[in-house]
């Protein structure tokens, strides 16, 4: 079965600094990755995700995401933060297949400093 | 597109009430989701239904049931609530692309067991 770790519960960068969050996981197979960001009190926005092809992947909001396969990792990066990014964000890994498949990482709270 | 809508956003129960939980998707999408969000577990998937007409447990069903209505609408049933029940739920319906799902959430309901 897979898995995933994000090793870092909470963040704290400054606005305009940038961003990397950490994503590994475990599975055997190609993996199908995903990166959700979910705002206080809202639910979970698909920020950006990755199939197959170019490992560099784009999403919206201007984060980006770099899956290296070598390192078991999919990290999520943005060059300049925002204090609207301010958020809890979750990496996951799907199996193919159905969405049952989907699991989670337990989050990174991003805070935000003026 | 409204995308998916959760009723209540937020309920209180005693130990021992019923209720349950709505969820629709107006995406046309064939599979839809429960899952449950407590702090440090990231979110964990409580039912599923691949296709209008099945459903099937996730890693934590017990306490709980579900309902698939019809393509649109995925119900969640707390026949006896428990304070362990306590959690902010969270619905999603997904939408194959590729050989996996690309999972959309709803904005969920934070449930308090007293």
């Given at each position: 079965a897979q898995s995933v770790t994000q090793p870092d519960i909470h963040?704290?960068?400054?606005?305009?600094?940038?961003?990397?969050?950490?994503?590994?996981?475990?599975?055997?197979?190609?993996?199908?990755l995903f990166w959700y960001v979910q705002s206080p009190g809202q639910g979970l926005q698909?920020?950006?995700?990755y199939f197959s092809g170019d490992t560099l992947v784009q999403g919206i909001k201007g984060f980006e995401a770099e899956f290296k396969r070598s390192q078991s990792s999919f990290n999520l990066r943005k060059p300049s933060v925002h204090w609207s990014d301010a958020a809890e964000y979750f990496c996951a890994v799907g199996a193919g297949n159905y969405g049952q498949n989907f699991v989670f990482g337990p989050g990174t709270r991003l805070s935000v400093l003026p | 597109n409204a995308g998916v809508t959760q009723t209540p956003k937020f309920q209180v129960l005693k130990t021992g009430q019923s209720m349950t939980l709505q969820c629709a998707q107006?995406?046309?999408?064939?599979?839809m989701y429960w899952?449950?969000?407590?702090p440090g577990m990231g979110l964990r998937l409580i039912y599923y239904s691949a296709s209008e007409g099945t459903t099937d447990k996730g890693e934590v069903p017990n306490g709980y049931n579900v309902s698939r209505l019809n393509k649109r609408e995925f119900s969640l049933r707390l026949e006896s609530a428990a304070p362990s029940q306590t959690s902010v739920y969270f619905c999603a319906s997904s939408v194959r692309e590729g050989s996996t799902d690309t999972q959309y959430f709803g904005p969920g309901t934070r449930l308090t067991v007293l």
């Open positions: 963040i704290t960068v400054s606005e305009g600094a940038s961003l990397e969050l950490r994503c590994n996981y475990s599975y055997g197979a190609t993996p199908y698909l920020l950006l995700k | 107006d995406m046309n999408h064939n599979s899952y449950r969000q407590d």
